[in-house]
């Protein structure tokens, strides 16, 4: 594909002269040239060394496909996007996506599926744990027209997940599919998995309802699309890593997790409420703690809950700036900014849910509904007000 252009032409290659020279050419040169039948998307955070054996090993696989390969890093230490550019610079099947500011797998999958103008649409992961060997069958299955999503499974027969998994994943991976099973009716051997091909379109219409937080874009895909979807499964041996460590942790999890009461609830309570109220729960632990720690050492009331709702608020902030809001979190000078915002939008949210609760318990005078009524009011505001200006996205 890359040596397509006429003979003719005499424009030289657009690496030489930079962008303008695009400007410059012909029209007929474009045409010369059409986009890939399939787009390849791998999300990458600090894969370095895997990089360049995936683009390799993508070449034998999908030899006699017209593809690309869209790696969407981001922003990691290790230097995997120069790895990517210096791989793009040199081969046009292959492209790259540096996203500033933002994490988050399902964020970067979607943005990588959605930046492709191919009608076919892979996701794999970096390190080399998929078995790239099952693409061109997977592309064969889908361009055959009844397919609309294929995945690459762990659990059909002939797949395994015995190689690349410790017990305790395969353990907690074999729960997690169970839930998603008998919770959102889905039916796959491996909604889990992060190896499966789809038809643009699919894409394009559930695009604006997915999370972009979590490793489970598969799960949420199916999930979310209103049409259903024909899916086919096929099996492979999930890999040992090669370079590198896993990001899975206790916060995808949980995560994991928040999406499954997201897609029950119809989208209504979203996982980023959720781990703002549990955070919130834990910081009325962190508030009667420290109250009774401060009254055991003698302060009087007023400067203990004084002392108390300022340590809470500052566990609250310190913690939605971890996790709730890991992928827009504060640092540095703007970690102080953020904690006087929070604790701004807060006061505000207290005051709310006092004068609730009040007007509330004067015309039904049953204390724990209308506490119940101010802490949601309260609760609700912080939520809303903090996502759109302390961590509002950038
Ligand atoms: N851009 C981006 N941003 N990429 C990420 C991020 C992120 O925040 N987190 C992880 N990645 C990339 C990794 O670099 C890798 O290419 C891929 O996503 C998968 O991450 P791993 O850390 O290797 O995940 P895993 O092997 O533990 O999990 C596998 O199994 C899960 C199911 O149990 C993956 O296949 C998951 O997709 C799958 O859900
Ligand atoms: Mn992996």
């Not at 890359?2 to 400007?23: H, K, R, Y």
């Not at 955070?279 to 002392?307: C, D, K, M, Y």
């Not at 809470?312 to 913690?319: E, G, H, I, L």
């Amino acid at each position: 594909m890359a040596t397509a252009t006429p003979e003719a032409d005499q424009t030289p290659p657009s690496s030489a002269n930079g962008p303008l020279t695009a400007a410059t050419r012909n029209s007929s040169d474009y045409t010369a040239q059409p986009g890939p039948e399939l787009t390849v998307v791998v999300p990458t955070l600090n894969e370095r060394a895997n990089v360049p054996l995936l683009v390799e090993r993508l070449a034998e696989a999908l030899d006699g496909i017209d593809w690309e390969v869209v790696f969407v890093d981001d922003n990691s230490k290790d230097g995997t996007m120069q790895v990517v550019r210096e791989l793009a610079g040199a081969n046009r099947r292959v492209r790259g996506i540096h996203r500033i500011f933002r994490r988050g797998l399902s964020g970067a999958c979607l943005e990588g599926m959605l930046s492709s103008s191919a009608p076919i649409v892979a996701v794999m992961d970096a390190d080399l744990q998929h078995d790239e060997t099952c693409l061109s069958e997977m592309f064969r299955l889908i361009r055959n027209g009844d397919t609309d999503l294929v995945v690459a499974t762990r659990y059909d027969t002939g797949g395994s997940a015995t190689e690349g998994f410790g017990d305790v994943r395969a353990r907690g991976s074999k729960l997690a599919i169970q839930l998603a099973k008998s919770l959102l009716k889905v039916d796959m051997s491996d909604p889990m998995s992060g190896f499966f091909m789809l038809r643009h379109e699919v894409v394009d219409a559930v695009a604006p309802r997915l999370s972009q937080q979590g490793f489970k874009i598969l799960l949420d895909i199916v999930a979310s699309s209103r049409a259903p979807l024909r899916i086919k499964e096929i099996p492979y041996r999930f890999r040992q890593r090669l370079h590198g460590e896993s990001k899975l942790d206790a916060t995808v999890v949980l995560e994991y997790l928040g999406l499954l009461v997201a897609k029950l609830s119809g989208d209504l309570v979203s996982t980023r409420f959720l781990a703002f109220g549990m955070t919130g729960s834990a910081g009325v632990i962190v508030h009667l703690a420290v109250l009774r720690l401060l009254l055991l050492n003698g302060l009087s009331f007023t400067p203990a809950q004084t002392g108390a709702m300022l340590t809470a608020m500052t566990f609250n902030y310190t913690v939605n700036n971890a996790l709730t809001y890991r992928d827009r979190r504060r640092t540095g000078w703007r970690f102080f900014t953020g904690l006087a915002m929070f604790a701004g939008l807060c006061s505000f949210g207290l005051a709310a849910g006092v004068g609730i609760s009040s007007v509330f318990y004067q015309s039904e005078p049953r204390w724990w509904l209308a506490g119940l009524a101010g802490a949601a009011v309260g609760s609700i505001w912080n939520y809303v007000t903090n996502s759109a200006i302390t961590w509002r996205a950038r």
